[in-house]
Each structure stands twice: as structure tokens, then as C-alpha cells.
């Protein structure tokens, strides 16, 4: 179970590299962890397309997973098994979401209880 999180250091203002304090009125603050806080307030923090995790076979079918039956003789008798299927299939790529969702890094408590 690995965390969704981005991996980039300092994109949010919380996980900068700045003074430490946070305050970006406080001197040893750079220039770019300003524009940084800055872009931020300017973007949003809602998601509207994600990466697909559905695949395209040769056929055109969209799945999951896909498998194949084969035929195994074992001791004389004929056996069907699946295989699964890894080769030539095309990731569907990004998807537009229904609703939007909130990004995981958002750095704001939304509701408290």
C-alpha cells in the first residue's frame, strides 16, 4: 500500500525548503520558495483527470487484466488452464474524472471533529 503523496520536494508550502519557520516574510527566504507560495494560492486543489489502470488488448477489448485458455496434458488427460496475458497491451492513458476529487497533498483540514 503505497502512498499516493507527490514526490517532489518543496512543491507544497509546508514541505518547502525554506527557513524552517514557514513565514515567507522572515529574511533567508529565497525567491523561488516565494513564487512557489505564490503559484500555489493561484492553482487549484481539485483533480479532474487521473491515470487509467485499464489496458487495451490486440482485439480492442479494454479490461483489467486479461487471460488466455490453454490446453495442458498431464498424465494422459487434457486440461484447460488460463494464462494471463502481459505482452502488447496499450495502457488506456489519462482519464477525465465524473466529480472532481481533492488532491492528496492539499495542505488544508478540511473538516475537524
Known amino acids: 500500500?503505497?502512498?499516493s503523496g507527490s514526490k517532489t520536494k518543496g512543491y507544497w508550502p509546508f514541505a518547502g525548503s525554506g527557513s524552517g519557520d514557514g513565514?515567507?516574510?522572515?529574511?533567508?527566504?529565497?525567491?523561488?520558495?516565494?513564487?512557489?507560495?505564490r503559484s500555489f494560492?493561484?492553482?487549484?486543489?481539485?483533480?479532474?483527470?487521473?491515470?487509467?489502470?485499464l489496458y487495451f488488448d490486440?482485439?480492442?477489448d479494454l479490461a483489467h487484466e486479461f487471460y488466455e485458455?490453454?490446453?495442458?496434458?498431464?498424465?494422459?488427460?487434457?486440461r484447460a488452464k488460463l494464462k494471463k496475458i502481459q505482452k502488447n497491451l496499450i495502457p488506456?492513458?489519462?482519464?477525465?474524472?465524473?466529480?472532481?476529487c481533492i488532491h492528496v497533498d492539499f495542505p488544508v483540514v478540511l473538516c475537524e471533529v
Not at 513565514?23 to 507560495?37: H, I, N, Y
Not at 494560492?41 to 489502470?53: A, D, E, I, K, L
Open 69 to 78: 485458455e490453454t490446453v495442458v496434458m498431464k498424465n494422459g488427460r487434457k
Open 92 to 100: 488506456q492513458g489519462t482519464v477525465k474524472l465524473d466529480h472532481p
Open 41 to 53: 494560492r493561484n492553482g487549484t486543489p481539485f483533480v479532474f483527470t487521473r491515470w487509467s489502470s
Open 58 to 60: 490486440e482485439d480492442g
Open 1 to 3: 500500500m503505497g502512498g
Open 23 to 37: 513565514d515567507p516574510t522572515k529574511e533567508g527566504v529565497d525567491e523561488q520558495s516565494l513564487a512557489r507560495l
